[in-house]
């Protein structure tokens, strides 16, 4: 955590949802700018739009490595965060399987006002990102290293 809770930035790796959830909620106020959550194995999509929803204000989220995060959860996310202007949603094929184009696609249709975008070691195709490259007309950092389907 840095700073005080009024614009803080809060980072966490390694989580249970009811430990975060109830840090989140009583120790950080709405207006948390950014946020980033890693290896959230017990974390799920219900579970993350809660607890972002309290954030009205959050202009960063980076997830890595969340498997009961999908496609869905994005246009929730995006409705609780509508200043969002960065975004990380990262995995590996192994760890988070069929994070692709479904998710690109929901990207592209819910987070029009994204600068910053990363999606590292995911299943998106040149599918996903036309979609986001139309989407997203704002974006201004793109990054999609290790996506093996994207041919360009």
Same mark, same amino acid.
């Given at each position: 955590?840095?700073? *005080?809770?009024?614009? %803080?930035? %809060?980072?966490?790796?390694?989580?249970?949802?009811?430990?975060?959830?109830?840090?989140?909620?009583? /120790?950080? &106020?709405?207006?948390?700018k950014?946020?980033k959550?890693?290896?959230?194995? #017990?974390?799920?999509? /219900?579970?993350?739009?809660?607890s972002? &929803? /309290?954030? *009205?204000e959050?202009?960063?989220?980076h997830? &890595?490595?969340? *498997?009961?995060?999908? +496609?869905?959860d994005?246009? %929730?996310?995006?409705? $609780? $965060?509508?200043?969002?202007k960065?975004? /990380?949603?990262?995995?590996?094929?192994?760890?988070?399987p069929?994070v692709?184009? &479904?998710y +690109?696609?929901?990207?592209a249709?819910?987070?029009?006002?994204?600068?910053?975008?990363q999606?590292? #070691?995911?299943?998106?195709s040149?599918? #996903?990102?036309? %979609?986001?490259?139309?989407? $997203? *007309?704002h974006?201004e950092?793109?990054?999609?290293?290790r $996506?093996?389907?994207?041919?360009?």
């Open positions: 955590m840095e700073g *005080p809770y009024g614009g %803080a930035k %809060a980072n966490y790796d390694h989580f249970g949802l009811l430990s975060v959830q109830k840090f989140l909620q009583r /120790k950080i &106020s709405s207006h948390l950014s946020l959550l890693a290896f959230g194995d #017990g974390i799920t999509g /219900k579970g993350l739009i809660k972002v &929803s /309290k954030f *009205p959050l202009e960063e989220l997830l &890595s490595y969340m *498997p009961y995060i999908t +496609a869905r994005f246009e %929730a996310i995006s409705k $609780c $965060c509508s200043m969002l960065s975004f /990380k949603f990262n995995g590996t094929g192994s760890r988070i069929n692709g184009d &479904s +690109a696609l929901s990207i249709k819910n987070m029009p006002n994204l600068c910053y975008l999606l590292f #070691g995911n299943d998106l040149d599918k #996903g990102l036309r %979609a986001i490259l139309d989407g $997203c *007309p974006l950092s793109l990054d999609i290293r $996506c093996f389907r994207v041919e360009l």
